[in-house]
């Protein structure tokens, strides 16, 4: 591999494709049924995080759907002009802002979220249960190692 001697930076590169690569046929075998409900995958975490967990504030929708707190804000702002969500502001902190579902907004999920789980399914039925359950605490382990800030700059950048 081009100016990498390393090969352990050989396979983590490799396997950093090869993620890339599968999460993009996933999001390529669901979005389709999202967009026909006129939902982004964002716009849909954000309906599907409050199915499951009630109201939230942008901030906890944000780490929720793994957006920033201004498209969060593009994000709620589209669905509430489509009736899906409304705001409500916290009675003991007036700071607070809950996003929360409407009657529509919670029929629409009710009715998308098992459709888009089978969808899921079907995008990785290319593995057996056995090596989902070992894929998914392998996953979780990568993203948490990834998200730890490191000191490590061992590899000088092209700029330097």
Do not use: W
């Given at each position: 591999m081009f100016g990498i001697c390393d090969?352990?930076?050989?396979?983590a590169v490799g396997i950093y494709v090869k993620l890339l690569r599968a999460a993009r046929?996933?999001?390529?075998?669901?979005?389709?049924?999202?967009?026909?409900?006129?939902?982004?995958?964002?716009q849909f975490g954000v309906l599907e995080?409050?199915?499951?967990?009630?109201?939230?504030?942008?901030r906890e929708l944000g780490r929720k759907v793994l957006t920033s707190a201004a498209n969060m804000t593009d994000v709620v702002n589209k669905?509430?002009?489509?009736?899906l969500v409304t705001r409500?502001?916290?009675p003991s902190d007036h700071r607070l802002v809950h996003v929360m579902l409407t009657a529509c907004g919670q029929a629409l999920i009710e009715r998308?979220?098992?459709?888009?789980?089978?969808?899921?399914?079907?995008a990785m039925a290319g593995l057996d249960t056995a090596a989902l359950e070992r894929l998914g605490p392998e996953l979780r382990a990568l993203g948490?190692?990834?998200?730890?800030?490191?000191?490590?700059?061992?590899?000088?950048?092209a700029a330097e």
């Amino acid at each position: 591999m081009f100016g990498i001697c390393d090969p352990d930076i050989e396979t983590a590169v490799g396997i950093y494709v090869k993620l890339l690569r599968a999460a993009r046929a996933v999001t390529a075998r669901v979005e389709p049924r999202l967009a026909r409900e006129g939902l982004t995958v964002t716009q849909f975490g954000v309906l599907e995080a409050i199915l499951h967990k009630g109201p939230l504030t942008h901030r906890e929708l944000g780490r929720k759907v793994l957006t920033s707190a201004a498209n969060m804000t593009d994000v709620v702002n589209k669905l509430e002009a489509r009736g899906l969500v409304t705001r409500l502001r916290c009675p003991s902190d007036h700071r607070l802002v809950h996003v929360m579902l409407t009657a529509c907004g919670q029929a629409l999920i009710e009715r998308v979220f098992p459709l888009h789980a089978a969808d899921i399914g079907l995008a990785m039925a290319g593995l057996d249960t056995a090596a989902l359950e070992r894929l998914g605490p392998e996953l979780r382990a990568l993203g948490m190692a990834a998200a730890q800030p490191t000191q490590d700059h061992t590899v000088a950048s092209a700029a330097e």
